[in-house]
């Protein structure tokens, strides 16, 4: 799976929408682009996927570049519930079983 | 049910004990995961199940780990002669299916401490 590349850390202040990139200039056409979340002391939760086309869900947005290199995930108003590690991972299609490859992820903090 | 649990929240254990950790999936799902996060890190894959049957066990660390699923239902991840190393958190997890574009619930994870 290709590897991605994510900030450390970023603040966000709630209310206001929180942009996280993601590099992953090494994808393969027949790669996803998942993105995950971690609170504290909880098991990873789904947030969006995506192969080529923006998608868009209940929890939040994810813009993936024409070329597939990076993408963005945007939480349109962030709540201090979202402060949380949020994981970018790159997946491959067909023989990969599913299975998911964690980097070190982005530590959001939301302040009030 | 309404997710995945895992049983025992908290393991202590001495080295060179071998200990078992469970992971109730949700019910139906076929597919089921156990990954390993240490701490600070982002987690590890171990082990993946179809139905009862592994077809990949690529993340598992050594011989001292094991796994299996009986009944497309219950897994359980057994590791032997504990080294410290072993100390993390294990977290299972379960899929309608094992493909891409299939989300995956996770539990809430057992955190083992071999002392």
């Known amino acids: 799976d290709a590897k991605t590349t994510q900030p450390p850390s970023m603040d966000c202040a709630e209310g206001r929408a929180a942009n996280l990139p993601c590099n992953h200039s090494?994808?393969?056409?027949?790669?996803?682009v998942y993105w995950y979340r971690q609170i504290h002391s909880q098991g990873p939760q789904y947030i969006i996927h995506?192969?080529?086309n923006n998608e868009t869900n209940e929890m939040a947005s994810l813009i993936i570049t024409e070329d597939r290199k990076s993408s963005t995930l945007i939480l349109p108003h962030a709540t201090l519930r979202d402060t949380a590690v949020y994981y970018c991972?790159?997946?491959?299609?067909?023989?990969?079983?599913?299975?998911?490859?964690f980097g070190a992820g982005t530590q959001v903090v939301v302040t009030p | 049910g309404a997710g995945v649990s895992q049983s025992p929240s908290n393991k202590v254990t001495e080295k060179g004990k071998d200990v078992e950790l469970r992971c109730d999936p949700i019910s139906g799902h076929t597919a089921l995961y156990w990954y390993r996060q240490r701490l600070g890190q982002g987690l590890e894959f171990l082990i993946y199940?179809?139905?009862?049957?592994?077809?990949?066990k690529s993340g598992l660390p050594s011989d001292r780990f094991s796994a299996e699923r009986t009944g497309e239902s219950v897994s359980t991840l057994t590791i032997q002669r504990t080294q410290q190393e072993d100390s993390a958190v294990y977290l299972c997890?379960?899929?309608?299916?094992?493909?891409?574009?299939?989300?995956?619930?996770f539990g809430p994870g057992t955190r083992l401490t071999v002392l």
């Open positions: 199940f179809q139905g009862n049957s592994a077809p990949d």
């Open positions: 997890a379960s899929s309608d299916l094992g493909i891409v574009g299939v989300e995956q619930f």
């Open positions: 995506g192969l080529k």
């Open positions: 090494t994808i393969s056409g027949n790669e996803y």
């Open positions: 991972i790159v997946r491959v299609g067909l023989g990969s079983w599913g299975k998911l490859q």
